[in-house]
Each structure stands twice: as C-alpha cells, then as structure tokens.
C-alpha cells in the first residue's frame, strides 16, 4: 500500500521555464511533508518542507503548496536551472510516531532541457 | 563536519555471505535510520533507533540486524545475505526535539549479491 504517491516517474521542462512536481498521500495522520533531492551516486539531500497547519512554504525559489483537502502536494521550481536536474522524492511524517518515520515516494526524475 | 558517513561504498557478496554496513555521524543527533532505495521503490525504512540504547523495525526488516553502538555510530548486518537483498542502502541521522528536523542522509552503499 503506496501511502505517498508520485504519479510522474519523469518529467522535462525547458530552462528558465516553472517545473511543477506532484505528489498524493492518503494516510490523513501525515503532518508534515518534506521534498529530497538527489543526485546519482549521491544521498537525498533535503531540499523544503511544509508543515500541515500552512498551505504554502517559499524558499528563494522553491515554493511547495499543500493541498490538504484533496491529500495532494506540489513543489515549484522557479526559474527552472540545469543544476535542478535530479531526482525529487516526496516525504511524508505523522505526529503520531513522534515524527520518527519518513515514508518515501517513488521519486520524480526532473531533467532540464538547456 | 563530515555529516553522515558510510562504509563501505560498494560490496559485492554471495548468497549466504554476511557483512555489516557502518554508519557514522558526527551532528550529535539523537535519531539514526536505515533505508534501502531499488527502482521504482523509493525509500523504504528498514530499521530506525531513536535513541542510544533502542532500535525498532521501519518496513521492510527481514533479514536484517542492526546496531545502535553509540550516539555516532548505527551498523546494519546481513546475517546471510540473498539476492533480494541487493539494493542501495542510506542511513540517516536527525536532530529530536524543538519542533520537527529533516532527516540527514549519507552517500549510500550499493550492494551486489550474487
């Protein structure tokens, strides 16, 4: 049982253009999502994150949106860069576990076309 | 700092052999975690201690044994390795308390069994 999804195993965009990665949880006891990047032969490394009580986080020019309604979050990359071609996994974690466990999506590979 | 450490890099074992992966990190966090990440399958916990002195199964422990040594250092063991087992494997650290922190993750070992 997949209980963080990311429907898009790659996704490509144009330099200078807004990547938009997608990600759907369904265990509602999740409070607290974060995004990883990684580079091969390399380790995630975390990039943003976002608790439950907001609905939008900015950092220069990553900005997720949390949708909690529809179990349904969005990282932006503006404006998309060579350097941003990895893979983007999307993380979830519940309070209720005192916040120990990350529960992975399958990852998104995001390539930027120069 | 070197953060999270790993050793070794890469292995290649034969059905049956054992070996330990090592972890180290030098951030005083209080948490360690072990992932295995296979295509198509993002990350899965495989064990986790979030203290020193206790460890608890994540999602996917058989055929594994873990080691919490000391607040640094978190060891992962293949008893009698398999196939199946093959993988690239991350252990993590994270600062507890004061709110939530993000999960720091190593380079990763990848591990062929034959």
Avoid at chain 1, 21 to 45: H, I, Q, R, V
Avoid at chain 1, 89 to 111: I, Q
Wanted: overall charge positive.
């Amino acid at each position: 049982d997949q209980q963080v999804k990311q429907n898009s195993p790659s996704l490509s965009v144009q330099e200078g253009r807004i990547s938009i990665l997608n990600c759907d949880y369904t265990n509602s006891m999740f409070d607290y999502f974060l995004w990883y990047k990684k580079y091969p032969a390399e380790g995630p490394t975390f990039l943003i994150s976002i608790s439950s009580i907001k609905d939008k986080n900015e950092d220069g020019r990553f900005t997720v949106f949390l949708n909690k309604s529809a179990k349904h979050l969005s990282l932006h990359i503006v404006p998309s860069q060579p350097g941003d071609s990895a893979v983007y996994f999307c993380a979830a974690s519940a309070r209720n576990f005192g916040n120990e466990k990350l529960t992975f999506g399958t990852g998104t590979r995001l390539t930027i076309i120069p | 700092n070197a953060g999270v450490t790993q050793t070794p890099k890469f292995q290649v074992l034969k059905t049956g052999q054992s070996m330990t992966l090592q972890c180290a990190q030098d951030m005083n966090h209080n948490s360690m975690y072990w992932y295995r990440q296979d295509p198509g399958m993002g990350l899965r916990l495989i064990y986790y201690s979030a203290s020193e002195g206790t460890t608890d199964k994540g999602e996917v422990p058989n055929g594994y044994n873990v080691s919490r040594l000391n607040k640094r250092e978190f060891s992962l063991r293949l008893e009698s390795a398999a196939p199946s087992q093959t993988s690239v494997y991350f252990c993590a650290s994270r600062l507890t308390g004061g709110g939530y922190n993000e999960q720091f993750f190593g380079p990763g070992t990848r591990l062929t069994v034959l």
